[in-house]
């Protein structure tokens, strides 16, 4: 996947993430903490700390894509991911 599509995507996926969290009226403190106390890292102990979450979800940071996957499973959402074939 290039650059700009994987850019597309992450933006999509950071919005989505952002509106779910705002409609849940959870800060970005609170959903942070729910990362740490909850264990929904793939890998145990993983986590964000309120710092991480504020930088990714203003911009000023990019997530990887394990770090969108917590994000989302944090706010109770699920990213599909689609594998399709390279048009060459």
Request: glycine share 6%; hydrophobic share 35%; net charge positive.
């Amino acid at each position: 996947m290039n650059n700009f599509k994987q850019f597309q995507k992450k933006k999509t996926i950071l919005r989505k993430i952002a509106s779910a969290r705002m409609d849940a009226g959870i800060s970005m403190r609170a959903a942070s903490q729910m990362t740490q106390k909850s264990g929904s890292g793939k890998r145990k102990g993983e986590q964000l700390s309120p710092s991480a979450w504020s930088l990714i979800e203003s911009g000023r940071r990019w997530p990887t894509w394990d770090s969108l996957f917590l994000m989302a499973k944090t706010l109770g959402l699920d990213i599909q991911v689609e594998v399709t074939s390279r048009d060459r």
